[in-house]
Protein backbone atom coordinates (compact mmCIF):
# COMPACT_ATOMS: atom_id res chain seq x y z
CA UNK A 1 0.00 0.00 0.00
CA UNK A 2 2.56 2.01 1.21
CA UNK A 3 5.12 1.08 -1.95
CA UNK A 4 2.34 1.94 -4.37
CA UNK A 5 1.89 5.20 -2.60
CA UNK A 6 5.73 6.48 -3.00
CA UNK A 7 5.12 4.52 -6.48
CA UNK A 8 2.31 6.55 -7.63
CA UNK A 9 3.87 9.81 -6.07
CA UNK A 10 7.43 9.06 -8.42
CA UNK A 11 5.18 8.87 -10.89
CA UNK A 12 3.34 12.13 -9.92
CA UNK A 13 6.45 13.87 -9.22
CA UNK A 14 7.77 12.79 -12.53
CA UNK A 15 5.27 14.01 -14.80
CA UNK A 16 5.18 17.04 -13.00
CA UNK A 17 8.82 17.56 -13.50
CA UNK A 18 8.34 16.76 -17.24
CA UNK A 19 6.33 18.96 -17.43
CA UNK A 20 7.99 21.85 -15.57
CA UNK A 21 11.30 20.93 -17.66
CA UNK A 22 8.66 21.41 -20.66
CA UNK A 23 7.81 25.02 -19.50
CA UNK A 24 10.92 25.80 -18.78
CA UNK A 25 11.93 24.80 -22.28
CA UNK A 26 9.44 26.72 -23.58
CA UNK A 27 10.08 29.81 -21.72
CA UNK A 28 13.45 30.01 -22.48
CA UNK A 29 13.29 28.84 -26.21
CA UNK A 30 9.74 31.29 -26.70
CA UNK A 31 11.78 34.76 -26.61
CA UNK A 32 14.67 33.10 -28.81
CA UNK A 33 12.60 32.08 -31.83
CA UNK A 34 10.30 35.66 -31.57
CA UNK A 35 14.18 36.78 -31.97
CA UNK A 36 14.76 34.27 -34.99
CA UNK A 37 11.20 35.13 -36.65
CA UNK A 38 11.59 39.26 -36.25
CA UNK A 39 15.53 39.17 -37.51
CA UNK A 40 14.28 36.74 -40.61
CA UNK A 41 11.33 39.01 -41.05
CA UNK A 42 13.86 42.27 -40.83
CA UNK A 43 15.97 39.89 -42.82
CA UNK A 44 13.67 39.74 -45.88
CA UNK A 45 12.49 43.07 -46.04
CA UNK A 46 16.26 44.69 -46.46
CA UNK A 47 17.32 42.33 -48.70
CA UNK A 48 14.14 42.47 -50.64
CA UNK A 49 14.49 45.92 -51.51
CA UNK A 50 17.95 45.52 -52.36
CA UNK A 51 16.66 42.97 -55.03
CA UNK A 52 14.27 44.97 -56.02
CA UNK A 53 16.89 47.93 -56.79
CA UNK A 54 19.36 45.11 -57.98
CA UNK A 55 16.56 44.29 -60.51
CA UNK A 56 15.26 47.56 -61.45
CA UNK A 57 19.40 48.97 -62.06
CA UNK A 58 20.20 45.85 -63.84
CA UNK A 59 17.17 46.20 -66.36
CA UNK A 60 17.91 50.15 -66.88
CA UNK A 61 21.44 48.90 -67.96
CA UNK A 62 19.95 46.60 -70.28
CA UNK A 63 18.18 49.53 -71.50
CA UNK A 64 20.86 51.95 -72.29
CA UNK A 65 22.91 48.80 -73.48
CA UNK A 66 20.29 48.65 -76.52
CA UNK A 67 20.26 52.45 -76.99
CA UNK A 68 23.64 52.75 -77.37
CA UNK A 69 23.56 50.02 -79.98
CA UNK A 70 20.96 51.93 -81.82
CA UNK A 71 22.92 55.34 -81.92
CA UNK A 72 25.81 53.36 -82.72
CA UNK A 73 24.33 51.98 -85.95
CA UNK A 74 22.29 55.34 -86.55
CA UNK A 75 25.23 57.24 -86.08
CA UNK A 76 27.55 55.14 -88.74
CA UNK A 77 24.51 55.84 -91.59
CA UNK A 78 23.97 59.47 -90.41
CA UNK A 79 27.97 60.20 -90.59
CA UNK A 80 27.95 58.68 -94.27
CA UNK A 81 25.66 61.46 -94.67
CA UNK A 82 26.56 64.31 -93.41
CA UNK A 83 30.39 63.52 -94.91
CA UNK A 84 28.36 63.45 -98.23
CA UNK A 85 26.55 66.76 -97.49
CA UNK A 86 29.62 68.59 -96.54
CA UNK A 87 30.53 68.63 -100.36
CA UNK A 88 27.41 71.14 -101.10
CA UNK A 89 28.29 73.95 -98.85
CA UNK A 90 31.64 74.10 -99.21
CA UNK A 91 32.10 76.22 -102.40
CA UNK A 92 29.20 78.36 -100.96
CA UNK A 93 31.50 79.49 -97.74
CA UNK A 94 34.09 79.74 -100.06
CA UNK A 95 32.51 81.98 -102.93
CA UNK A 96 30.49 84.16 -100.27
CA UNK A 97 32.36 83.33 -97.33
CA UNK A 98 31.64 83.15 -93.62
CA UNK A 99 30.46 86.15 -91.86
CA UNK A 100 29.20 85.91 -88.42
CA UNK A 101 29.86 89.09 -87.76
CA UNK A 102 27.31 90.71 -90.02
CA UNK A 103 24.72 93.02 -89.10
CA UNK A 104 20.74 93.53 -89.73
CA UNK A 105 18.21 95.31 -89.07
CA UNK A 106 16.20 91.72 -88.82
CA UNK A 107 18.10 88.83 -87.42
CA UNK A 108 16.83 85.58 -87.99
CA UNK A 109 18.11 82.63 -85.53
CA UNK A 110 17.68 79.21 -85.86
CA UNK A 111 18.58 76.50 -83.33
CA UNK A 112 19.10 73.27 -84.35
CA UNK A 113 18.01 70.87 -81.76
CA UNK A 114 17.48 67.50 -81.22
CA UNK A 115 13.55 65.95 -80.58
CA UNK A 116 14.52 63.54 -78.37
CA UNK A 117 16.46 63.47 -74.99
CA UNK A 118 19.09 61.42 -73.54
CA UNK A 119 21.80 62.34 -75.99
CA UNK A 120 24.26 64.50 -73.68
CA UNK A 121 24.84 68.37 -73.16
CA UNK A 122 24.42 68.75 -77.09
CA UNK A 123 20.75 70.73 -77.01
CA UNK A 124 21.65 72.78 -73.84
CA UNK A 125 25.22 74.05 -75.56
CA UNK A 126 23.08 75.06 -78.77
CA UNK A 127 20.44 76.89 -76.36
CA UNK A 128 23.16 78.35 -74.52
CA UNK A 129 24.72 79.63 -77.24
CA UNK A 130 21.30 80.86 -79.05
CA UNK A 131 21.34 83.18 -75.66
CA UNK A 132 24.76 84.35 -76.23
CA UNK A 133 24.68 85.06 -79.73
CA UNK A 134 20.89 87.03 -79.83
CA UNK A 135 22.83 88.90 -76.92
CA UNK A 136 25.69 89.71 -78.80
CA UNK A 137 24.22 90.69 -81.74
CA UNK A 138 21.33 93.32 -79.37
CA UNK A 139 25.05 94.44 -77.98
CA UNK A 140 26.16 94.96 -81.24
CA UNK A 141 23.44 97.17 -82.40
CA UNK A 142 23.48 99.19 -78.80
CA UNK A 143 27.13 100.18 -79.78
CA UNK A 144 25.88 101.02 -83.27
CA UNK A 145 23.49 103.33 -84.67
CA UNK A 146 20.40 101.40 -85.41
CA UNK A 147 19.30 100.05 -82.34
CA UNK A 148 15.52 100.92 -81.99
CA UNK A 149 14.55 99.20 -85.47
CA UNK A 150 16.68 95.80 -84.37
CA UNK A 151 14.25 93.25 -84.44
CA UNK A 152 15.67 89.41 -83.57
CA UNK A 153 13.60 86.06 -84.08
CA UNK A 154 13.73 82.96 -83.31
CA UNK A 155 13.22 79.49 -85.50
CA UNK A 156 13.49 76.85 -82.87
CA UNK A 157 14.13 73.31 -84.60
CA UNK A 158 13.41 70.64 -82.50
CA UNK A 159 11.22 70.19 -79.39
CA UNK A 160 13.99 70.32 -77.04
CA UNK A 161 14.99 73.57 -78.02
CA UNK A 162 11.50 74.82 -77.65
CA UNK A 163 11.46 73.51 -74.47
CA UNK A 164 14.81 75.29 -73.16
CA UNK A 165 14.24 78.94 -75.44
CA UNK A 166 10.43 79.58 -74.92
CA UNK A 167 11.03 79.68 -71.06
CA UNK A 168 13.08 82.70 -71.72
CA UNK A 169 12.60 83.89 -75.33
CA UNK A 170 9.27 82.99 -75.81
CA UNK A 171 8.21 86.55 -77.26
CA UNK A 172 11.00 86.50 -79.92
CA UNK A 173 10.25 82.73 -80.99
CA UNK A 174 8.57 83.50 -84.91
CA UNK A 175 8.13 79.72 -85.77
CA UNK A 176 8.81 76.17 -84.06
CA UNK A 177 9.96 73.27 -86.35
CA UNK A 178 9.94 69.51 -85.18
CA UNK A 179 10.58 65.72 -86.52
CA UNK A 180 12.64 66.92 -89.27
CA UNK A 181 14.61 63.81 -88.58
CA UNK A 182 11.23 61.56 -87.97
CA UNK A 183 11.46 60.12 -91.76
CA UNK A 184 15.07 61.18 -92.51
CA UNK A 185 16.54 64.66 -93.98
CA UNK A 186 16.51 65.39 -97.30
CA UNK A 187 17.48 68.10 -99.19
CA UNK A 188 13.62 68.82 -100.65
CA UNK A 189 12.83 68.60 -96.39
CA UNK A 190 15.77 71.43 -95.89
CA UNK A 191 13.87 73.81 -98.79
CA UNK A 192 10.64 73.64 -97.61
CA UNK A 193 11.82 74.93 -94.62
CA UNK A 194 14.20 77.43 -96.15
CA UNK A 195 11.06 78.90 -97.81
CA UNK A 196 9.01 78.78 -94.37
CA UNK A 197 12.58 80.83 -93.14
CA UNK A 198 12.16 83.15 -96.17
CA UNK A 199 8.94 84.78 -95.43
CA UNK A 200 10.70 85.90 -92.19
CA UNK A 201 12.56 88.36 -94.91
CA UNK A 202 15.29 88.21 -92.43
CA UNK A 203 18.32 90.32 -93.44
CA UNK A 204 20.86 88.02 -91.84
CA UNK A 205 20.14 84.24 -90.39
CA UNK A 206 22.46 82.76 -88.00
CA UNK A 207 22.09 78.56 -88.02
CA UNK A 208 23.38 77.06 -84.95
CA UNK A 209 23.51 73.86 -84.66
CA UNK A 210 26.66 70.92 -83.11
CA UNK A 211 28.82 70.17 -85.78
CA UNK A 212 30.28 66.27 -85.73
CA UNK A 213 34.01 66.22 -85.37
CA UNK A 214 34.13 62.90 -84.49
CA UNK A 215 32.29 60.28 -82.59
CA UNK A 216 33.41 61.27 -79.20
CA UNK A 217 33.46 65.48 -80.29
CA UNK A 218 30.85 67.56 -81.10
CA UNK A 219 31.48 71.49 -81.83
CA UNK A 220 29.17 74.07 -81.46
CA UNK A 221 28.63 76.25 -84.64
CA UNK A 222 27.08 78.83 -85.91
CA UNK A 223 26.57 79.77 -89.92
CA UNK A 224 25.23 82.47 -91.12
CA UNK A 225 23.58 83.41 -94.02
CA UNK A 226 22.88 86.31 -95.88
CA UNK A 227 19.58 88.00 -97.39
CA UNK A 228 20.56 89.07 -101.29
CA UNK A 229 20.60 92.79 -100.08
CA UNK A 230 23.48 91.92 -97.59
CA UNK A 231 24.99 90.06 -99.58
CA UNK A 232 25.27 92.93 -102.35
CA UNK A 233 26.53 95.28 -99.13
CA UNK A 234 29.37 92.63 -98.09
CA UNK A 235 30.42 92.59 -101.56
CA UNK A 236 30.80 96.00 -101.81
CA UNK A 237 32.67 95.88 -97.76
CA UNK A 238 35.56 93.21 -100.21
CA UNK A 239 34.10 89.83 -99.09
CA UNK A 240 35.13 87.29 -101.14
CA UNK A 241 32.32 86.98 -103.81
CA UNK A 242 34.06 90.35 -105.22
CA UNK A 243 36.79 88.26 -106.38
CA UNK A 244 34.44 87.21 -109.16
CA UNK A 245 32.84 88.91 -112.15
CA UNK A 246 29.12 88.95 -111.99
CA UNK A 247 27.85 91.42 -114.85
CA UNK A 248 24.67 92.38 -116.20
CA UNK A 249 20.98 93.11 -115.57
CA UNK A 250 21.45 89.43 -113.68
CA UNK A 251 23.66 90.38 -110.63
CA UNK A 252 20.55 90.85 -108.72
CA UNK A 253 18.68 88.07 -109.69
CA UNK A 254 21.50 85.67 -109.42
CA UNK A 255 22.48 87.05 -106.11
CA UNK A 256 19.09 86.30 -105.15
CA UNK A 257 18.92 82.60 -106.31
CA UNK A 258 22.35 82.05 -104.65
CA UNK A 259 21.36 83.67 -101.06
CA UNK A 260 18.37 81.39 -100.91
CA UNK A 261 19.99 78.18 -102.44
CA UNK A 262 22.88 79.17 -99.61
CA UNK A 263 20.38 78.98 -97.15
CA UNK A 264 18.52 75.49 -98.21
CA UNK A 265 22.27 74.25 -98.45
CA UNK A 266 23.70 75.37 -94.88
CA UNK A 267 20.19 73.94 -93.52
CA UNK A 268 20.81 70.56 -94.99
CA UNK A 269 24.05 70.22 -94.07
CA UNK A 270 23.47 71.84 -90.64
CA UNK A 271 20.19 69.40 -89.61
CA UNK A 272 22.57 66.35 -91.08
CA UNK A 273 25.90 67.59 -88.70
CA UNK A 274 23.34 67.87 -85.46
CA UNK A 275 21.45 64.60 -86.66
CA UNK A 276 24.90 62.95 -86.84
CA UNK A 277 26.28 64.69 -83.57
CA UNK A 278 22.66 63.74 -81.65
CA UNK A 279 23.37 59.99 -82.42
CA UNK A 280 27.20 60.05 -81.35
CA UNK A 281 26.57 62.69 -78.17
CA UNK A 282 23.53 59.50 -77.23
CA UNK A 283 26.16 56.82 -77.67
CA UNK A 284 28.76 58.25 -75.86
CA UNK A 285 26.27 59.23 -72.86
CA UNK A 286 24.74 55.93 -72.91
CA UNK A 287 27.73 54.37 -72.46
CA UNK A 288 28.47 56.32 -69.81
CA UNK A 289 25.67 55.46 -67.87
CA UNK A 290 25.51 51.77 -68.68
CA UNK A 291 29.12 51.90 -66.74
CA UNK A 292 27.56 53.70 -63.96
CA UNK A 293 25.05 51.26 -63.92
CA UNK A 294 26.91 48.35 -63.88
CA UNK A 295 29.10 50.32 -60.98
CA UNK A 296 25.59 50.58 -58.83
CA UNK A 297 24.90 46.99 -59.75
CA UNK A 298 28.44 46.20 -58.32
CA UNK A 299 27.72 48.15 -55.49
CA UNK A 300 24.47 46.63 -54.41
CA UNK A 301 25.38 43.04 -54.85
CA UNK A 302 28.19 43.57 -52.17
CA UNK A 303 25.49 45.50 -49.83
CA UNK A 304 22.67 42.13 -50.30
CA UNK A 305 25.71 39.28 -49.95
CA UNK A 306 26.90 41.63 -46.93
CA UNK A 307 23.51 41.25 -45.15
CA UNK A 308 22.65 38.36 -46.09
CA UNK A 309 25.81 37.09 -44.96
CA UNK A 310 25.61 39.40 -41.63
CA UNK A 311 22.26 37.44 -40.62
CA UNK A 312 23.33 34.58 -41.04
CA UNK A 313 26.07 34.62 -38.74
CA UNK A 314 23.62 36.42 -36.38
CA UNK A 315 21.02 33.13 -36.57
CA UNK A 316 23.87 30.76 -35.92
CA UNK A 317 25.47 32.81 -32.91
CA UNK A 318 21.61 32.72 -31.35
CA UNK A 319 20.93 28.97 -32.34
CA UNK A 320 24.48 28.11 -31.27
CA UNK A 321 24.20 30.19 -27.64
CA UNK A 322 20.21 28.93 -27.28
CA UNK A 323 22.12 25.20 -27.63
CA UNK A 324 24.85 26.07 -25.10
CA UNK A 325 22.30 27.79 -23.10
CA UNK A 326 20.25 24.65 -22.99
CA UNK A 327 23.25 22.19 -22.66
CA UNK A 328 24.37 24.14 -19.85
CA UNK B 1 23.61 82.77 -120.30
CA UNK B 2 20.55 84.96 -121.90
CA UNK B 3 18.80 81.50 -122.42
CA UNK B 4 19.17 81.49 -118.52
CA UNK B 5 18.33 84.23 -117.69
CA UNK B 6 14.94 84.17 -119.99
CA UNK B 7 13.95 80.83 -117.87
CA UNK B 8 14.56 82.61 -114.81
CA UNK B 9 12.49 85.30 -115.61
CA UNK B 10 10.05 83.30 -116.49
CA UNK B 11 9.28 80.93 -113.16
CA UNK B 12 9.87 83.65 -111.29
CA UNK B 13 7.00 85.48 -112.83
CA UNK B 14 5.09 82.60 -111.98
CA UNK B 15 5.76 83.24 -108.12
CA UNK B 16 8.63 80.54 -107.66
CA UNK B 17 11.64 81.25 -105.00
CA UNK B 18 14.76 79.77 -106.78
CA UNK B 19 14.37 76.46 -104.58
CA UNK B 20 11.23 75.30 -105.68
CA UNK B 21 12.09 75.78 -109.29
CA UNK B 22 15.48 73.54 -108.62
CA UNK B 23 13.78 70.82 -106.79
CA UNK B 24 10.58 71.00 -108.68
CA UNK B 25 13.55 69.82 -111.89
CA UNK B 26 15.01 67.54 -109.48
CA UNK B 27 11.99 65.72 -109.23
CA UNK B 28 11.54 65.71 -112.77
CA UNK B 29 15.13 64.46 -113.39
CA UNK B 30 14.19 61.50 -110.97
CA UNK B 31 10.82 60.15 -112.48
CA UNK B 32 12.47 60.26 -115.80
CA UNK B 33 14.41 57.52 -114.04
CA UNK B 34 14.47 53.79 -114.75
CA UNK B 35 13.27 51.24 -111.92
CA UNK B 36 16.29 49.99 -110.10
CA UNK B 37 17.93 53.88 -109.72
CA UNK B 38 13.93 55.23 -109.36
CA UNK B 39 12.91 53.50 -106.12
CA UNK B 40 15.95 54.47 -104.64
CA UNK B 41 16.07 57.85 -105.35
CA UNK B 42 12.23 58.44 -104.82
CA UNK B 43 13.57 58.17 -101.26
CA UNK B 44 15.17 60.90 -101.33
CA UNK B 45 11.72 63.34 -102.09
CA UNK B 46 10.39 62.67 -98.83
CA UNK B 47 9.37 65.83 -96.80
CA UNK B 48 8.25 65.02 -93.15
CA UNK B 49 8.12 68.37 -90.43
CA UNK B 50 5.92 69.56 -87.86
CA UNK B 51 5.76 73.57 -87.67
CA UNK B 52 3.49 76.04 -85.73
CA UNK B 53 3.82 79.96 -85.88
CA UNK B 54 4.25 81.71 -82.58
CA UNK B 55 2.62 84.72 -81.97
CA UNK B 56 2.96 87.07 -78.78
CA UNK B 57 5.15 84.08 -77.12
CA UNK B 58 1.70 81.71 -78.05
CA UNK B 59 1.69 78.82 -80.18
CA UNK B 60 -0.61 79.10 -83.10
CA UNK B 61 -2.03 75.97 -85.04
CA UNK B 62 0.83 73.00 -85.81
CA UNK B 63 0.89 72.32 -89.47
CA UNK B 64 2.44 68.94 -90.75
CA UNK B 65 3.66 68.81 -93.79
CA UNK B 66 4.18 65.20 -94.87
CA UNK B 67 4.76 64.06 -98.71
CA UNK B 68 6.37 61.02 -98.02
CA UNK B 69 5.53 59.22 -101.03
CA UNK B 70 7.27 61.79 -102.97
CA UNK B 71 6.25 64.86 -104.61
CA UNK B 72 6.61 64.22 -108.36
CA UNK B 73 5.41 67.15 -109.57
CA UNK B 74 2.89 67.92 -107.43
CA UNK B 75 5.40 70.72 -105.76
CA UNK B 76 3.86 73.56 -106.94
Redesign the interface.
Known sequence: MLRNGAQALGALLRTQGAALTESLVQQTQGPVVEALAAAGATRGVSTLAVKQRMKSVANIQKITKAMKMVAASKMRSAQVNTENSRGIVAPLVRLLGDLPAAEGTKNVFVPITSDKGLCGGINTTVCKYTRAAVKAVQDGAAAGEGAAAQENMLVVMGEKGRSQL?RDM??S????????T???V????A??????L?KTEYDTTRILYNRFVSAISQKPTIATVLSPDALERSAEAGAAIDAYELE???RA?LL??LA??QL?TTLYNAMLENNCSEQSSRMSAMENSTKNAGEMLGKLTLTYNRTRQASITTELIEIISGATALAG | MSSSAAASAYWRVAGMTYLKYANLCADMVRAALKEPLKGKAKVRETIYFRQSLWKDGVPQKQVITDITEGTAGKLS
Open positions: QRNIFATIADTKVRTFPESAIAEELGPDEMDEFA
